[in-house]
Protein backbone atom coordinates (compact mmCIF):
# COMPACT_ATOMS: atom_id res chain seq x y z
CA UNK A 1 0.00 0.00 0.00
CA UNK A 2 1.13 3.31 -0.65
CA UNK A 3 3.27 5.49 1.66
CA UNK A 4 2.59 8.96 1.09
CA UNK A 5 5.04 11.53 3.02
CA UNK A 6 5.72 8.98 5.47
CA UNK A 7 2.10 7.68 6.41
CA UNK A 8 1.20 4.60 5.60
CA UNK A 9 -2.20 4.67 3.37
CA UNK A 10 -4.60 1.82 3.56
CA UNK A 11 -6.25 1.79 0.25
CA UNK A 12 -5.16 3.21 -3.35
CA UNK A 13 -8.00 5.03 -3.46
CA UNK A 14 -8.37 8.87 -3.00
CA UNK A 15 -11.85 10.14 -3.33
CA UNK A 16 -12.84 13.53 -3.53
CA UNK A 17 -16.16 15.22 -1.47
CA UNK A 18 -17.47 17.97 -4.70
CA UNK A 19 -20.41 17.42 -6.59
CA UNK A 20 -22.41 14.70 -5.22
CA UNK A 21 -26.26 14.71 -4.78
CA UNK A 22 -26.07 15.15 -0.93
CA UNK A 23 -24.04 14.69 1.80
CA UNK A 24 -25.83 11.23 2.56
CA UNK A 25 -24.76 10.24 -0.53
CA UNK A 26 -21.15 11.37 -0.87
CA UNK A 27 -20.98 9.39 2.85
CA UNK A 28 -22.34 6.05 1.71
CA UNK A 29 -20.20 6.44 -1.78
CA UNK A 30 -17.13 6.70 1.06
CA UNK A 31 -18.08 4.13 2.89
CA UNK A 32 -18.42 1.85 -0.17
CA UNK A 33 -15.13 3.16 -1.51
CA UNK A 34 -13.18 2.04 1.62
CA UNK A 35 -10.90 5.09 0.50
CA UNK A 36 -8.35 6.24 3.30
CA UNK A 37 -8.32 9.93 2.06
CA UNK A 38 -10.50 12.51 1.25
CA UNK A 39 -9.82 15.66 -0.88
CA UNK A 40 -11.83 18.68 0.24
CA UNK A 41 -11.91 22.00 -1.26
CA UNK A 42 -11.82 25.40 0.26
CA UNK A 43 -14.08 27.22 -1.74
CA UNK A 44 -11.81 30.09 -1.11
CA UNK A 45 -14.65 32.76 -2.69
CA UNK A 46 -17.18 31.81 -0.55
CA UNK A 47 -16.75 31.05 2.56
CA UNK A 48 -19.08 30.18 5.36
CA UNK A 49 -18.63 26.42 4.46
CA UNK A 50 -18.38 25.40 8.14
CA UNK A 51 -21.31 23.01 7.99
CA UNK A 52 -19.78 21.26 4.58
CA UNK A 53 -16.51 20.61 6.13
CA UNK A 54 -17.41 19.32 9.52
CA UNK A 55 -19.69 16.70 7.33
CA UNK A 56 -16.22 15.81 5.39
CA UNK A 57 -14.60 15.92 8.82
CA UNK A 58 -17.12 13.12 10.27
CA UNK A 59 -15.83 10.99 7.41
CA UNK A 60 -13.40 9.43 8.90
CA UNK A 61 -10.67 9.68 6.34
CA UNK A 62 -7.78 11.83 6.42
CA UNK A 63 -7.80 14.72 4.81
CA UNK A 64 -6.23 16.35 1.47
CA UNK A 65 -7.09 19.77 1.32
CA UNK A 66 -6.92 20.97 -2.34
CA UNK A 67 -6.56 24.44 -3.66
CA UNK A 68 -9.05 24.17 -6.45
CA UNK A 69 -9.87 27.33 -8.28
CA UNK A 70 -6.78 29.16 -8.07
CA UNK A 71 -5.07 30.68 -11.02
CA UNK A 72 -1.26 31.94 -9.69
CA UNK A 73 1.18 30.87 -7.15
CA UNK A 74 0.42 33.77 -4.68
CA UNK A 75 -3.46 32.77 -5.10
CA UNK A 76 -2.83 29.02 -4.34
CA UNK A 77 0.03 29.76 -1.38
CA UNK A 78 -2.54 31.83 0.47
CA UNK A 79 -4.86 29.39 0.02
CA UNK A 80 -2.73 26.43 1.35
CA UNK A 81 -2.65 28.41 4.63
CA UNK A 82 -5.83 28.76 5.22
CA UNK A 83 -6.75 25.01 4.78
CA UNK A 84 -3.61 24.91 7.32
CA UNK A 85 -5.71 26.67 9.74
CA UNK A 86 -9.12 25.26 8.68
CA UNK A 87 -8.67 21.72 8.61
CA UNK A 88 -5.64 21.54 10.65
CA UNK A 89 -3.15 19.40 8.69
CA UNK A 90 0.08 20.49 6.41
CA UNK A 91 -0.90 17.96 4.05
CA UNK A 92 -1.59 19.93 0.41
CA UNK A 93 -3.36 19.06 -3.07
CA UNK A 94 -1.37 22.16 -4.84
CA UNK A 95 -3.42 22.43 -7.78
CA UNK A 96 -3.20 25.84 -10.19
CA UNK A 97 -5.14 26.30 -12.75
CA UNK A 98 -3.83 27.88 -16.02
CA UNK A 99 -6.53 27.09 -18.73
CA UNK A 100 -10.20 28.04 -18.43
CA UNK A 101 -11.71 25.61 -20.58
CA UNK A 102 -9.55 22.68 -20.11
CA UNK A 103 -8.57 23.42 -16.58
CA UNK A 104 -5.06 22.52 -16.99
CA UNK A 105 -2.17 23.22 -14.71
CA UNK A 106 0.05 26.08 -14.80
CA UNK A 107 3.42 23.68 -14.58
CA UNK A 108 5.51 27.38 -13.98
CA UNK A 109 3.32 28.62 -11.21
CA UNK A 110 2.45 25.05 -9.81
CA UNK A 111 6.51 24.83 -9.27
CA UNK A 112 6.42 28.31 -7.47
CA UNK A 113 4.04 27.81 -5.31
CA UNK A 114 5.27 24.13 -4.34
CA UNK A 115 8.72 25.68 -3.48
CA UNK A 116 7.39 28.12 -1.40
CA UNK A 117 5.11 25.65 -0.04
CA UNK A 118 7.95 22.95 0.87
CA UNK A 119 10.21 25.39 2.34
CA UNK A 120 6.99 26.19 4.58
CA UNK A 121 7.18 22.68 5.48
CA UNK A 122 3.69 21.65 4.27
CA UNK A 123 3.53 18.24 2.23
CA UNK A 124 2.44 18.80 -0.85
CA UNK A 125 0.67 16.98 -3.69
CA UNK A 126 0.67 18.75 -6.87
CA UNK A 127 -1.65 18.19 -9.47
CA UNK A 128 0.55 17.82 -13.13
CA UNK A 129 1.12 16.48 -16.04
CA UNK A 130 2.97 13.53 -17.03
CA UNK A 131 5.53 15.68 -18.68
CA UNK A 132 9.25 14.19 -17.04
CA UNK A 133 10.93 17.86 -17.02
CA UNK A 134 7.88 19.39 -14.89
CA UNK A 135 8.13 16.38 -12.51
CA UNK A 136 11.38 16.82 -12.09
CA UNK A 137 11.56 20.48 -11.04
CA UNK A 138 8.47 19.44 -8.45
CA UNK A 139 10.38 17.05 -7.24
CA UNK A 140 13.70 19.50 -6.97
CA UNK A 141 11.07 21.94 -5.46
CA UNK A 142 10.38 19.60 -2.59
CA UNK A 143 7.48 17.45 -3.83
CA UNK A 144 7.32 13.37 -2.30
CA UNK A 145 4.81 12.61 -4.44
CA UNK A 146 3.57 13.55 -7.96
CA UNK A 147 0.22 13.50 -9.37
CA UNK A 148 -0.04 13.38 -12.76
CA UNK A 149 -3.48 13.79 -14.99
CA UNK A 150 -4.84 10.68 -16.59
CA UNK A 151 -7.22 13.48 -18.70
CA UNK A 152 -8.66 17.22 -17.87
CA UNK A 153 -10.91 17.17 -14.89
CA UNK A 154 -14.14 15.62 -14.61
CA UNK A 155 -13.82 15.01 -18.37
CA UNK A 156 -13.93 11.15 -17.75
CA UNK A 157 -12.05 10.43 -20.41
CA UNK A 158 -9.49 8.02 -18.97
CA UNK A 159 -5.27 7.57 -19.69
CA UNK A 160 -5.28 9.96 -22.01
CA UNK A 161 -1.35 9.23 -22.90
CA UNK A 162 -0.66 5.90 -21.33
CA UNK A 163 2.80 5.82 -23.21
CA UNK A 164 4.02 9.20 -21.25
CA UNK A 165 2.48 7.73 -18.18
CA UNK A 166 4.37 4.60 -18.02
CA UNK A 167 7.28 6.51 -19.33
CA UNK A 168 6.82 8.57 -16.21
CA UNK A 169 6.54 5.58 -13.79
CA UNK A 170 9.56 4.41 -15.71
CA UNK A 171 11.77 7.44 -14.96
CA UNK A 172 10.36 7.76 -10.93
CA UNK A 173 10.30 4.10 -9.73
CA UNK A 174 10.80 5.14 -6.05
CA UNK A 175 8.58 8.07 -6.16
CA UNK A 176 4.71 8.21 -5.34
CA UNK A 177 2.47 8.52 -8.15
CA UNK A 178 -0.81 9.16 -7.72
CA UNK A 179 -3.15 9.80 -11.18
CA UNK A 180 -5.02 12.63 -10.40
CA UNK A 181 -8.09 13.74 -13.07
CA UNK A 182 -9.60 11.97 -15.85
CA UNK A 183 -10.77 8.81 -14.32
CA UNK A 184 -14.33 7.99 -15.71
CA UNK A 185 -14.58 4.28 -15.51
CA UNK A 186 -13.20 1.61 -13.55
CA UNK A 187 -11.37 0.38 -16.11
CA UNK A 188 -9.30 3.18 -16.32
CA UNK A 189 -8.31 3.03 -12.81
CA UNK A 190 -7.48 -0.53 -13.08
CA UNK A 191 -5.56 0.27 -15.72
CA UNK A 192 -3.71 2.82 -13.77
CA UNK A 193 -2.76 0.68 -11.14
CA UNK A 194 -1.79 -2.36 -13.80
CA UNK A 195 0.96 0.30 -15.21
CA UNK A 196 2.60 0.72 -11.48
CA UNK A 197 0.92 3.65 -10.18
CA UNK A 198 0.74 3.79 -6.61
CA UNK A 199 -2.78 5.27 -6.15
CA UNK A 200 -5.70 7.25 -8.07
CA UNK A 201 -7.90 10.23 -7.13
CA UNK A 202 -10.69 10.86 -8.38
CA UNK A 203 -14.60 12.51 -7.63
CA UNK A 204 -16.37 13.02 -10.35
CA UNK A 205 -16.49 9.20 -11.73
CA UNK A 206 -18.36 8.80 -8.47
CA UNK A 207 -20.00 11.66 -8.25
CA UNK A 208 -21.71 12.25 -11.17
CA UNK A 209 -22.73 8.41 -11.16
CA UNK A 210 -26.09 7.34 -11.16
CA UNK A 211 -25.59 5.74 -8.18
CA UNK A 212 -22.50 6.89 -6.35
CA UNK A 213 -22.16 4.27 -3.77
CA UNK A 214 -22.47 1.71 -6.18
CA UNK A 215 -19.54 3.10 -8.59
CA UNK A 216 -17.90 3.56 -5.58
CA UNK A 217 -17.46 0.22 -4.85
CA UNK A 218 -16.75 -0.54 -8.49
CA UNK A 219 -13.75 1.83 -8.22
CA UNK A 220 -12.44 -0.02 -4.76
CA UNK A 221 -12.80 -3.32 -6.94
CA UNK A 222 -11.15 -2.08 -9.58
CA UNK A 223 -8.03 -0.40 -8.10
CA UNK A 224 -7.49 -3.43 -5.98
CA UNK A 225 -7.79 -5.82 -9.23
CA UNK A 226 -5.13 -3.35 -11.02
CA UNK A 227 -2.40 -3.66 -7.91
CA UNK A 228 -2.96 -7.19 -8.01
CA UNK A 229 -2.30 -7.71 -11.48
CA UNK A 230 0.92 -5.10 -11.40
CA UNK A 231 2.11 -7.26 -8.31
CA UNK A 232 1.63 -10.42 -9.82
CA UNK A 233 3.63 -9.41 -12.90
CA UNK A 234 1.74 -9.64 -15.76
CA UNK A 235 2.61 -11.92 -18.99
CA UNK A 236 4.00 -10.23 -21.50
CA UNK A 237 1.64 -9.09 -24.78
CA UNK A 238 2.86 -10.73 -28.20
CA UNK A 239 1.94 -10.03 -31.44
CA UNK A 240 1.03 -14.40 -32.38
CA UNK A 241 -1.11 -16.29 -30.73
CA UNK A 242 1.00 -18.78 -27.91
CA UNK A 243 -1.06 -21.88 -27.57
CA UNK A 244 -1.50 -23.09 -24.29
CA UNK A 245 -1.63 -26.25 -25.05
CA UNK A 246 1.35 -28.41 -27.12
CA UNK A 247 0.76 -28.76 -30.87
CA UNK A 248 3.57 -30.96 -31.04
CA UNK A 249 2.86 -34.52 -32.78
CA UNK A 250 -0.95 -32.20 -34.19
CA UNK A 251 -1.03 -31.33 -38.11
CA UNK A 252 -0.61 -28.09 -37.54
CA UNK A 253 1.93 -27.16 -40.45
CA UNK B 1 -56.76 23.35 18.63
CA UNK B 2 -55.14 26.83 17.43
CA UNK B 3 -51.56 27.06 15.89
CA UNK B 4 -48.81 29.79 15.57
CA UNK B 5 -46.19 28.94 12.73
CA UNK B 6 -43.08 30.84 13.28
CA UNK B 7 -41.23 31.60 10.26
CA UNK B 8 -43.23 33.37 7.04
CA UNK B 9 -41.38 32.17 4.26
CA UNK B 10 -43.06 29.70 1.64
CA UNK B 11 -42.97 26.73 4.58
CA UNK B 12 -44.84 28.53 6.96
CA UNK B 13 -47.14 29.80 4.60
CA UNK B 14 -48.02 26.80 3.13
CA UNK B 15 -48.46 24.68 6.70
CA UNK B 16 -50.67 28.15 8.07
CA UNK B 17 -53.03 27.89 4.96
CA UNK B 18 -52.88 24.19 5.01
CA UNK B 19 -54.23 24.16 8.42
CA UNK B 20 -56.97 26.83 8.13
CA UNK B 21 -58.15 25.38 4.87
CA UNK B 22 -58.71 22.01 6.92
CA UNK B 23 -60.38 24.49 9.71
CA UNK B 24 -57.46 24.84 12.71
CA UNK B 25 -56.83 28.34 12.25
CA UNK B 26 -52.96 29.28 12.25
CA UNK B 27 -51.20 32.50 12.56
CA UNK B 28 -48.01 33.34 11.14
CA UNK B 29 -45.39 34.77 13.41
CA UNK B 30 -42.85 36.79 11.15
CA UNK B 31 -42.79 39.71 8.50
CA UNK B 32 -44.57 39.80 5.46
CA UNK B 33 -42.85 38.23 2.64
CA UNK B 34 -39.90 39.84 1.54
CA UNK B 35 -35.61 39.64 0.77
CA UNK B 36 -35.17 38.33 4.35
CA UNK B 37 -37.27 35.21 3.47
CA UNK B 38 -35.07 32.75 1.24
CA UNK B 39 -37.88 31.72 -1.00
CA UNK B 40 -37.82 35.32 -2.32
CA UNK B 41 -35.27 34.16 -4.26
CA UNK B 42 -36.70 30.94 -5.56
CA UNK B 43 -37.22 30.34 -8.93
CA UNK B 44 -40.92 28.94 -8.70
CA UNK B 45 -40.20 26.02 -10.99
CA UNK B 46 -42.85 22.75 -10.16
CA UNK B 47 -40.72 20.24 -11.82
CA UNK B 48 -40.89 17.30 -10.45
CA UNK B 49 -39.68 15.21 -13.10
CA UNK B 50 -36.70 17.17 -13.73
CA UNK B 51 -35.64 17.21 -10.57
CA UNK B 52 -35.49 13.53 -10.12
CA UNK B 53 -32.61 13.42 -12.43
CA UNK B 54 -30.52 14.29 -9.19
CA UNK B 55 -33.04 14.04 -6.51
CA UNK B 56 -34.23 11.29 -4.36
CA UNK B 57 -37.14 9.34 -5.71
CA UNK B 58 -39.16 11.48 -2.70
CA UNK B 59 -38.63 14.64 -4.72
CA UNK B 60 -40.92 13.30 -7.67
CA UNK B 61 -43.37 11.61 -5.93
CA UNK B 62 -44.40 14.34 -3.67
CA UNK B 63 -43.94 16.78 -6.19
CA UNK B 64 -46.54 15.54 -8.65
CA UNK B 65 -49.51 17.34 -7.34
CA UNK B 66 -47.41 20.74 -6.30
CA UNK B 67 -48.74 22.77 -9.15
CA UNK B 68 -52.82 21.37 -8.15
CA UNK B 69 -52.27 22.58 -4.37
CA UNK B 70 -51.13 26.43 -5.69
CA UNK B 71 -53.83 26.49 -8.17
CA UNK B 72 -56.46 25.59 -5.48
CA UNK B 73 -54.97 28.41 -3.35
CA UNK B 74 -55.77 30.80 -6.21
CA UNK B 75 -52.23 31.53 -7.13
CA UNK B 76 -51.51 31.65 -10.99
CA UNK B 77 -49.39 28.76 -12.35
CA UNK B 78 -48.75 28.14 -15.38
CA UNK B 79 -48.65 24.82 -16.62
CA UNK B 80 -46.84 24.74 -19.94
CA UNK B 81 -43.93 22.39 -19.16
CA UNK B 82 -40.65 22.39 -19.02
CA UNK B 83 -37.74 22.32 -21.92
CA UNK B 84 -34.41 21.06 -21.14
CA UNK B 85 -31.54 21.92 -24.00
CA UNK B 86 -27.83 21.37 -23.99
CA UNK B 87 -24.94 23.08 -26.22
CA UNK B 88 -24.31 20.92 -29.23
CA UNK B 89 -21.42 19.96 -27.80
CA UNK B 90 -22.67 18.34 -24.93
CA UNK B 91 -24.95 16.38 -26.47
CA UNK B 92 -24.23 13.37 -24.34
CA UNK B 93 -25.37 14.89 -21.32
CA UNK B 94 -28.80 15.88 -22.67
CA UNK B 95 -29.54 12.09 -23.66
CA UNK B 96 -28.22 11.30 -19.69
CA UNK B 97 -30.43 13.52 -18.28
CA UNK B 98 -33.24 11.88 -20.54
CA UNK B 99 -32.06 8.75 -19.34
CA UNK B 100 -32.03 9.53 -15.39
CA UNK B 101 -35.54 11.47 -15.38
CA UNK B 102 -39.03 10.35 -16.33
CA UNK B 103 -42.09 12.39 -17.73
CA UNK B 104 -40.43 13.93 -20.94
CA UNK B 105 -40.49 13.29 -24.92
CA UNK B 106 -37.63 14.30 -27.09
CA UNK B 107 -38.22 17.34 -29.57
CA UNK B 108 -36.37 17.79 -33.10
CA UNK B 109 -35.87 21.10 -33.78
CA UNK B 110 -38.69 22.14 -35.77
CA UNK B 111 -40.78 20.66 -32.37
CA UNK B 112 -39.07 22.95 -30.20
CA UNK B 113 -39.66 26.05 -32.79
CA UNK B 114 -42.96 25.65 -32.39
CA UNK B 115 -43.20 25.20 -28.54
CA UNK B 116 -40.85 28.26 -28.32
CA UNK B 117 -40.72 30.62 -31.71
CA UNK B 118 -37.55 32.64 -30.02
CA UNK B 119 -35.67 29.78 -29.44
CA UNK B 120 -35.53 28.35 -33.41
CA UNK B 121 -32.85 27.22 -34.81
CA UNK B 122 -30.59 27.50 -31.41
CA UNK B 123 -30.79 23.82 -30.50
CA UNK B 124 -31.33 20.64 -32.81
CA UNK B 125 -33.23 18.88 -29.45
CA UNK B 126 -34.57 19.51 -26.31
CA UNK B 127 -36.33 17.46 -24.20
CA UNK B 128 -40.06 18.20 -22.98
CA UNK B 129 -41.83 17.43 -19.91
CA UNK B 130 -45.34 18.80 -20.67
CA UNK B 131 -46.61 18.43 -16.98
CA UNK B 132 -44.39 20.61 -15.24
CA UNK B 133 -45.40 24.00 -14.38
CA UNK B 134 -44.40 27.04 -12.51
CA UNK B 135 -45.29 30.56 -11.01
CA UNK B 136 -44.19 33.84 -9.49
CA UNK B 137 -42.42 32.76 -5.95
CA UNK B 138 -43.31 36.55 -4.95
CA UNK B 139 -46.99 36.61 -5.68
CA UNK B 140 -47.14 33.00 -4.68
CA UNK B 141 -46.02 34.31 -1.03
CA UNK B 142 -47.98 37.65 -1.23
CA UNK B 143 -51.00 35.98 -2.15
CA UNK B 144 -50.88 32.77 1.22
CA UNK B 145 -49.40 35.80 3.42
CA UNK B 146 -52.66 38.33 2.76
CA UNK B 147 -54.60 35.39 4.04
CA UNK B 148 -53.12 34.91 7.38
CA UNK B 149 -53.34 36.40 10.49
CA UNK B 150 -50.17 37.67 11.57
CA UNK B 151 -49.39 37.58 15.59
CA UNK B 152 -46.70 38.29 18.12
CA UNK B 153 -46.96 35.99 20.51
CA UNK B 154 -46.77 32.26 20.44
CA UNK B 155 -50.04 30.33 21.89
CA UNK B 156 -51.50 26.63 21.05
CA UNK B 157 -49.09 24.27 19.02
CA UNK B 158 -46.54 25.82 17.99
CA UNK B 159 -44.94 25.02 14.53
CA UNK B 160 -41.32 25.99 13.74
CA UNK B 161 -40.62 26.69 10.34
CA UNK B 162 -37.77 29.03 10.29
CA UNK B 163 -35.89 27.74 7.40
CA UNK B 164 -31.92 28.00 8.38
CA UNK B 165 -32.60 30.39 11.54
CA UNK B 166 -34.13 27.07 12.94
CA UNK B 167 -30.31 26.16 13.49
CA UNK B 168 -30.45 26.85 17.17
CA UNK B 169 -32.69 23.67 17.63
CA UNK B 170 -32.11 21.85 14.66
CA UNK B 171 -27.97 21.18 14.41
CA UNK B 172 -27.90 18.88 11.37
CA UNK B 173 -29.56 21.53 9.13
CA UNK B 174 -27.05 23.52 6.92
CA UNK B 175 -27.31 25.85 4.29
CA UNK B 176 -26.42 25.39 0.60
CA UNK B 177 -26.34 28.86 -1.06
CA UNK B 178 -27.91 29.97 -4.00
CA UNK B 179 -27.03 33.36 -6.20
CA UNK B 180 -29.40 34.33 -8.97
CA UNK B 181 -30.51 37.45 -11.30
CA UNK B 182 -33.79 38.90 -12.32
CA UNK B 183 -33.48 40.30 -15.79
CA UNK B 184 -35.54 42.40 -18.35
CA UNK B 185 -35.43 41.82 -21.68
CA UNK B 186 -38.77 42.33 -24.14
CA UNK B 187 -36.97 41.04 -27.18
CA UNK B 188 -37.33 37.35 -25.87
CA UNK B 189 -40.18 35.80 -25.28
CA UNK B 190 -40.53 32.49 -23.39
CA UNK B 191 -43.43 30.81 -22.33
CA UNK B 192 -41.65 28.27 -20.13
CA UNK B 193 -38.90 26.99 -17.82
CA UNK B 194 -35.89 26.14 -19.55
CA UNK B 195 -32.91 24.37 -18.87
CA UNK B 196 -29.49 24.70 -20.42
CA UNK B 197 -27.31 21.97 -19.81
CA UNK B 198 -23.72 22.50 -19.25
CA UNK B 199 -20.59 20.62 -17.53
CA UNK B 200 -20.06 23.07 -14.83
CA UNK B 201 -23.15 25.21 -14.91
CA UNK B 202 -26.09 24.38 -14.78
CA UNK B 203 -28.45 27.03 -15.48
CA UNK B 204 -32.38 27.81 -15.76
CA UNK B 205 -34.62 30.75 -16.94
CA UNK B 206 -37.75 31.18 -15.79
CA UNK B 207 -39.91 33.76 -17.72
CA UNK B 208 -41.96 35.99 -15.06
CA UNK B 209 -43.95 37.82 -17.65
CA UNK B 210 -43.23 41.17 -19.17
CA UNK B 211 -40.08 40.69 -20.48
CA UNK B 212 -38.60 39.56 -17.09
CA UNK B 213 -36.47 36.57 -16.35
CA UNK B 214 -35.19 35.07 -13.12
CA UNK B 215 -31.75 33.12 -13.96
CA UNK B 216 -30.44 30.57 -11.44
CA UNK B 217 -28.92 29.03 -9.59
CA UNK B 218 -25.94 28.40 -8.29
CA UNK B 219 -25.37 25.47 -5.81
CA UNK B 220 -22.49 26.19 -3.44
CA UNK B 221 -21.63 24.32 0.10
CA UNK B 222 -21.60 27.24 2.26
CA UNK B 223 -24.12 29.25 4.52
CA UNK B 224 -23.30 32.23 3.69
CA UNK B 225 -26.14 34.61 2.41
CA UNK B 226 -24.26 38.16 1.42
CA UNK B 227 -24.55 39.57 -1.97
CA UNK B 228 -23.87 37.32 -5.39
CA UNK B 229 -19.91 37.04 -6.10
CA UNK B 230 -18.64 37.97 -10.08
CA UNK B 231 -17.77 34.47 -10.45
CA UNK B 232 -21.53 33.57 -9.93
CA UNK B 233 -22.74 36.50 -11.83
CA UNK B 234 -20.02 36.11 -14.83
CA UNK B 235 -21.18 32.18 -15.04
CA UNK B 236 -24.91 32.79 -14.72
CA UNK B 237 -25.06 35.89 -17.51
CA UNK B 238 -22.61 33.54 -19.80
CA UNK B 239 -24.64 30.48 -19.69
CA UNK B 240 -27.54 32.73 -20.90
CA UNK B 241 -25.67 34.97 -23.30
CA UNK B 242 -25.35 30.84 -24.76
CA UNK B 243 -28.92 30.17 -24.20
CA UNK B 244 -30.11 33.13 -26.31
CA UNK B 245 -27.34 36.22 -27.64
CA UNK B 246 -30.20 38.57 -27.45
CA UNK B 247 -30.11 38.21 -23.46
CA UNK B 248 -27.00 40.00 -24.52
CA UNK B 249 -28.73 43.28 -24.55
CA UNK B 250 -31.15 42.62 -21.72
CA UNK B 251 -31.39 44.75 -18.23
CA UNK B 252 -30.22 43.80 -15.06
CA UNK B 253 -32.42 44.36 -12.43
CA UNK B 254 -31.53 42.51 -9.65
CA UNK B 255 -28.75 40.13 -8.08
CA UNK B 256 -29.76 37.94 -5.38
CA UNK B 257 -28.14 35.62 -3.02
CA UNK B 258 -29.54 33.25 0.23
CA UNK B 259 -28.82 29.97 1.85
CA UNK B 260 -31.35 27.21 1.58
CA UNK B 261 -32.04 25.38 4.25
CA UNK B 262 -31.14 21.15 3.98
CA UNK B 263 -30.79 18.39 5.65
CA UNK B 264 -27.76 16.03 4.99
CA UNK B 265 -30.28 13.90 2.55
CA UNK B 266 -31.43 17.13 0.81
CA UNK B 267 -35.33 16.08 1.56
CA UNK B 268 -37.31 17.88 4.42
CA UNK B 269 -37.72 17.12 7.75
CA UNK B 270 -41.07 16.94 10.17
CA UNK B 271 -39.36 16.53 13.60
CA UNK B 272 -41.02 17.06 17.28
CA UNK B 273 -38.56 18.55 19.58
CA UNK B 274 -40.31 18.79 23.31
CA UNK B 275 -43.82 20.81 22.41
CA UNK B 276 -42.48 22.26 18.99
CA UNK B 277 -43.22 21.01 15.32
CA UNK B 278 -40.19 21.80 13.42
CA UNK B 279 -40.80 21.55 9.91
CA UNK B 280 -37.74 22.25 7.59
CA UNK B 281 -34.77 21.73 5.03
CA UNK B 282 -36.58 22.02 1.70
CA UNK B 283 -33.33 22.62 0.28
CA UNK B 284 -33.90 23.82 -3.70
CA UNK B 285 -37.22 22.41 -3.32
CA UNK B 286 -39.61 24.81 -1.67
CA UNK B 287 -42.86 25.41 -3.62
CA UNK B 288 -42.18 22.23 -4.79
CA UNK B 289 -42.15 20.33 -1.60
CA UNK B 290 -43.66 22.95 0.39
CA UNK B 291 -47.16 21.66 -0.16
CA UNK B 292 -46.78 18.05 0.32
CA UNK B 293 -44.74 18.68 4.05
CA UNK B 294 -47.70 20.94 4.76
CA UNK B 295 -50.29 18.25 4.22
CA UNK B 296 -48.09 15.79 6.40
CA UNK B 297 -47.87 18.39 8.97
CA UNK B 298 -51.45 18.89 9.31
CA UNK B 299 -52.35 14.65 9.21
CA UNK B 300 -49.88 14.51 11.96
CA UNK B 301 -51.91 17.10 14.00
CA UNK B 302 -55.55 15.99 13.26
CA UNK B 303 -54.61 12.66 12.76
CA UNK B 304 -51.71 12.01 14.73
CA UNK B 305 -50.35 9.62 11.90
CA UNK B 306 -46.38 9.66 11.00
CA UNK B 307 -45.74 10.42 7.47
CA UNK B 308 -42.99 9.82 5.58
CA UNK B 309 -40.65 12.83 6.31
CA UNK B 310 -41.57 12.58 9.97
CA UNK B 311 -38.13 11.70 11.90
CA UNK B 312 -38.53 9.86 15.21
CA UNK B 313 -39.39 11.87 18.16
CA UNK B 314 -36.78 14.00 19.72
CA UNK B 315 -38.82 15.16 22.91
Same mark, same amino acid.
Given at each position: ???????????????????????????????????????????????????????????????????????????????????????????????????????????????????????????????????????????????????????????????????????????????????? #??? $?? %???? /?? +? &?????? *???????? #??? $?? %???? /?? +? &?????? *?????????????????????????? *??? | ???????????????????????????????????????????????????????????????????????????????????????????????????????????????????????????????????????????????????????????????????????????????????????????????????????????????????????????????????????????????????????????????????????????????????????????????????????????????????????????
Amino acid at each position: MPVLYGTHVESALLLGTAGYPSPRILADAFARSGAGIATVSLRRETGGGQDFWALVQSLGARLLPNTAGCHSAKEAVTTAHMAREVFGTDWIKLEVIGHADTLQPDVFELVQAARILAAEGFKVFPYCTEDLTVCERLLDAGCQVLMPWGAPIGSGLGLNNPHGLRALRAAFPDVPLIID #AGI $GL %PSHA /AA +A &MEMGYD *AVLLNSAV #ARA $GD %PAMM /AG +A &MADAVR *AGRAAYLADPMERTDMAVPSTPVLGK *AFL | MTVTVIGGGVMGLCVATELTRRGIPAAIRDRAPGPHACSWWAGGMLAPHCEGESADAAVTRHGLASADWWLAQGVPVARNGTLVVSAARDAASLDRFARRSTGHRMLDAQGLAALEPDLAGRFGRALFFADEAHLNPRQALSILSARLPRTEVLSGRIIDCRGLAARDALPDLRGVRGEMVVIRCPDVTLSRPVRLLHPRIPLYLVPRGDGIFMLGATMLESDRRGPPTVRAVLELLGAAFALHPALAEAEVLELGADARPAFPDNLPRIRRIGGTLHANGLYRHGFLLAPAVARMVADHLQHGTRPEFMDADHS
